[in-house]
């Protein structure tokens, strides 16, 4: 975890315990977390005798901390209440805000100005350096934020797939939408995005195995068969139904919503 302070310099988020606490404040966005909350995060169900003057040490490192990368110390600051603390940034931004954010403005792009969508979405997308928190999320409140920011990642994916493949980008994309889909083997959407890259570059029989190895996946894993669209879509390339021809007016994936 790295904050890049007032004067342009990164500093990264050192001790385990503080990183933590930093999360559970930055995620819960300015509302106030209860003290019960934030020991859950630091220490689990592990909570350690005089828990409360441990807490109290911990924020005072954080305060501590703040004051030395921050140079206006208005700016960012935590605030003790009786049941909590909280976190004001002011100024601060946190670039899982401006993420969602870009993903939000891409989505109103994307049918009448589809090239500034896909920019939008590769710069939001390229604020990503690994996993949220580095994999290491702490309790409940973090493991929830991270999975929420996740989704919202793969769900941006998944429109830069569409409209890259709107474009007729199909031969580009391989690469990514391959990756994508092997690392979330189970997400259906980007087995019918590679499906359909594969078949609109002339390779029929690949787009075709995906589909086989993606239902016995699903099958061995989860005991389910594909969906209805994805089943539509097998039978579409089978068939070379023209309706998966690139055309640049039509919705993506059509044969598959």
């Known amino acids: 975890m790295r904050v890049r302070a007032s004067d342009g310099l990164l500093h990264e988020v050192s001790g385990l315990s503080k990183r933590v606490l930093l999360q559970a404040l930055l995620v819960s966005e300015g509302r106030t977390v209860s003290h019960a909350a934030l020991m859950e995060e630091v220490w689990g169900e592990r909570i ?38 909280q976190l004001v940034l002011e100024n601060a931004r946190l670039d899982a805000a401006d993420f969602q954010r870009d993903v939000a403005e891409a989505a109103r792009l994307r049918e009448h100005a589809p090239e500034r969508a896909t920019r939008t979405l590769r710069s939001a997308l390229a604020l990503w350096r690994g996993p949220v928190f580095g994999g290491r999320s702490g309790g409940l409140l973090c493991e929830c934020a991270a999975t929420r920011i996740n989704e919202v990642r793969l769900q941006a994916l998944e429109s830069l797939f569409d409209a890259e493949l709107a474009m007729g980008r199909h031969a580009l994309l391989l690469g990514e939408l391959y990756q994508a889909h092997m690392e979330n083997p189970l997400r259906e959407r980007f087995c019918a995005q590679l ?41 579409r390339i089978l068939t070379h139904a023209p309706e998966l021809r690139v055309a640049r007016q039509q919705t993506t994936l059509s044969a598959v919503s």
């Open 48 to 85: 350690p005798a005089g828990v409360v003057n441990a807490l109290q040490a911990h924020v005072s490192r954080v305060r501590k901390w703040l004051r030395t990368i921050d140079r206006d110390r208005d700016s960012t600051r935590l605030v003790s209440y009786a049941h909590g603390y």
């Open 195 to 235: 499906m359909l890259a594969f078949y609109r570059s002339g390779r029929q029989a690949e787009a075709l195995a995906v589909y086989r190895r993606m239902r016995d996946r699903l099958g061995d894993e989860l005991g389910l068969d594909p969906t209805l669209e994805l089943r539509v879509l097998e039978h």
